[in-house]
Protein backbone atom coordinates (compact mmCIF):
# COMPACT_ATOMS: atom_id res chain seq x y z
CA UNK A 1 0.00 0.00 0.00
CA UNK A 2 2.67 2.68 0.00
CA UNK A 3 2.87 3.52 -3.47
CA UNK A 4 -0.69 4.08 -2.93
CA UNK A 5 0.00 6.63 -0.60
CA UNK A 6 3.53 8.12 -1.24
CA UNK A 7 3.19 8.40 -5.08
CA UNK A 8 0.51 10.76 -4.74
CA UNK A 9 1.88 12.62 -2.07
CA UNK A 10 5.54 13.31 -3.52
CA UNK A 11 3.92 14.42 -6.71
CA UNK A 12 2.18 16.97 -4.70
CA UNK A 13 5.70 17.89 -2.97
CA UNK A 14 7.61 17.55 -6.39
CA UNK A 15 4.81 19.91 -8.02
CA UNK A 16 5.48 22.54 -5.08
CA UNK A 17 8.90 22.54 -5.63
CA UNK A 18 8.97 22.89 -9.43
CA UNK A 19 5.59 25.16 -10.67
CA UNK A 20 6.39 24.49 -14.60
CA UNK A 21 6.03 20.25 -14.02
CA UNK A 22 9.76 19.62 -14.84
CA UNK A 23 10.92 17.20 -12.14
CA UNK A 24 14.45 16.29 -12.04
CA UNK A 25 15.34 12.49 -11.73
CA UNK A 26 17.41 13.71 -8.21
CA UNK A 27 14.62 15.75 -7.05
CA UNK A 28 11.73 13.16 -7.42
CA UNK A 29 14.19 10.95 -6.02
CA UNK A 30 14.90 13.07 -2.41
CA UNK A 31 11.08 13.46 -2.24
CA UNK A 32 10.55 10.08 -2.22
CA UNK A 33 12.94 9.35 -0.13
CA UNK A 34 12.33 11.66 2.33
CA UNK A 35 8.58 11.31 2.63
CA UNK A 36 9.23 7.37 3.25
CA UNK A 37 11.63 8.01 5.80
CA UNK A 38 9.59 10.30 7.50
CA UNK A 39 7.00 8.32 7.48
CA UNK A 40 8.83 5.37 9.17
CA UNK A 41 10.54 7.52 11.42
CA UNK A 42 6.51 8.44 12.65
CA UNK A 43 5.81 4.85 12.71
CA UNK A 44 8.65 3.94 14.51
CA UNK A 45 8.75 6.96 17.60
CA UNK A 46 5.09 6.66 18.11
CA UNK A 47 3.17 3.81 19.96
CA UNK A 48 0.23 2.40 18.07
CA UNK A 49 0.83 4.04 14.74
CA UNK A 50 1.06 0.68 13.10
CA UNK A 51 -2.54 -0.48 14.30
CA UNK A 52 -4.17 3.14 13.40
CA UNK A 53 -2.11 3.33 9.54
CA UNK A 54 -3.95 -0.88 9.97
CA UNK A 55 -6.84 0.80 10.23
CA UNK A 56 -6.69 3.49 7.59
CA UNK A 57 -5.43 1.02 4.88
CA UNK A 58 -8.10 -1.49 5.55
CA UNK A 59 -10.60 1.28 5.23
CA UNK A 60 -9.30 2.90 2.20
CA UNK A 61 -7.70 0.85 -0.34
CA UNK A 62 -10.47 -1.78 -1.07
CA UNK A 63 -12.38 1.69 -1.85
CA UNK A 64 -9.24 3.11 -3.74
CA UNK A 65 -8.99 -0.27 -5.64
CA UNK A 66 -12.58 -1.95 -5.99
CA UNK A 67 -14.90 1.39 -5.57
CA UNK A 68 -13.74 4.20 -7.31
CA UNK A 69 -12.88 2.97 -10.77
CA UNK A 70 -15.99 1.34 -11.40
CA UNK A 71 -17.72 4.70 -10.00
CA UNK A 72 -15.57 6.83 -12.46
CA UNK A 73 -16.39 3.73 -15.49
CA UNK A 74 -19.92 4.90 -14.31
CA UNK A 75 -19.64 8.68 -14.85
CA UNK A 76 -17.77 8.45 -18.08
CA UNK A 77 -20.33 6.44 -19.76
CA UNK A 78 -22.93 8.90 -18.73
CA UNK A 79 -20.96 11.63 -19.82
CA UNK A 80 -20.86 9.48 -23.42
CA UNK A 81 -24.43 9.14 -22.87
CA UNK A 82 -25.16 12.76 -23.23
CA UNK A 83 -22.45 13.46 -25.36
CA UNK A 84 -24.38 10.83 -27.92
CA UNK A 85 -27.67 12.50 -26.89
CA UNK A 86 -26.32 16.31 -27.96
CA UNK A 87 -24.57 14.95 -31.14
CA UNK A 88 -28.04 13.27 -32.48
CA UNK A 89 -30.18 16.58 -31.39
CA UNK A 90 -27.95 18.77 -33.13
CA UNK A 91 -28.65 18.99 -37.22
CA UNK A 92 -26.06 20.01 -39.74
CA UNK A 93 -26.37 23.81 -39.90
CA UNK A 94 -25.59 23.59 -44.26
CA UNK A 95 -25.09 21.77 -46.87
CA UNK A 96 -21.35 21.96 -46.33
CA UNK A 97 -21.00 20.21 -42.95
CA UNK A 98 -23.40 17.21 -43.83
CA UNK A 99 -21.41 16.76 -46.81
CA UNK A 100 -18.38 16.67 -44.42
CA UNK A 101 -19.73 14.06 -42.31
CA UNK A 102 -21.47 11.46 -44.29
CA UNK A 103 -22.05 9.12 -41.45
CA UNK A 104 -23.72 12.09 -39.64
CA UNK A 105 -26.85 9.66 -39.06
CA UNK A 106 -24.89 7.05 -37.15
CA UNK A 107 -23.53 7.42 -33.27
CA UNK A 108 -20.44 8.73 -32.99
CA UNK A 109 -20.04 6.36 -29.93
CA UNK A 110 -20.49 2.63 -29.35
CA UNK A 111 -24.04 2.08 -27.69
CA UNK A 112 -24.09 1.56 -23.72
CA UNK A 113 -24.36 -2.37 -23.09
CA UNK A 114 -25.45 -3.73 -19.60
CA UNK A 115 -22.73 -5.80 -19.06
CA UNK A 116 -20.19 -3.48 -18.25
CA UNK A 117 -22.63 -1.90 -15.65
CA UNK A 118 -23.39 -5.35 -14.27
CA UNK A 119 -19.59 -6.26 -13.85
CA UNK A 120 -19.33 -1.99 -12.47
CA UNK A 121 -21.41 -3.20 -10.29
CA UNK A 122 -20.48 -6.51 -9.16
CA UNK A 123 -16.67 -4.38 -8.11
CA UNK A 124 -18.52 -1.85 -6.31
CA UNK A 125 -20.21 -4.47 -3.90
CA UNK A 126 -17.15 -7.12 -3.42
CA UNK A 127 -15.04 -3.86 -2.62
CA UNK A 128 -18.19 -2.48 0.03
CA UNK A 129 -17.21 -5.96 1.06
CA UNK A 130 -13.77 -5.87 1.84
CA UNK A 131 -13.95 -2.97 3.27
CA UNK A 132 -16.60 -3.71 5.90
CA UNK A 133 -14.81 -6.93 6.60
CA UNK A 134 -11.47 -5.72 6.51
CA UNK A 135 -12.50 -2.77 8.47
CA UNK A 136 -14.69 -5.01 10.90
CA UNK A 137 -11.21 -7.35 11.70
CA UNK A 138 -8.86 -4.66 12.54
CA UNK A 139 -11.29 -2.69 14.95
CA UNK A 140 -11.91 -6.08 16.79
CA UNK A 141 -8.11 -6.55 16.99
CA UNK A 142 -7.71 -2.85 17.87
CA UNK A 143 -10.65 -3.21 20.64
CA UNK A 144 -8.95 -7.06 21.98
CA UNK A 145 -5.47 -4.98 22.02
CA UNK A 146 -6.93 -2.73 25.07
Known amino acids: TAPLLIVPCAEIIEGKIHHDG ?3 PKTRLLARSGLSLFTVAISVTL ?3 VTVLAF ?3 FSVSLVSFCVPPFLHWVLLRQQQQFQQQQQQQPPHSLEQESEHPHSEEKLLPPYR ?10 IVFGLTTTA ?3 LFTFRKLMNKE
Open 22 to 24: QVH
Open 47 to 49: PGF
Open 56 to 58: VGC
Open 114 to 123: ILPLAIDAIA
Open 133 to 135: VTT
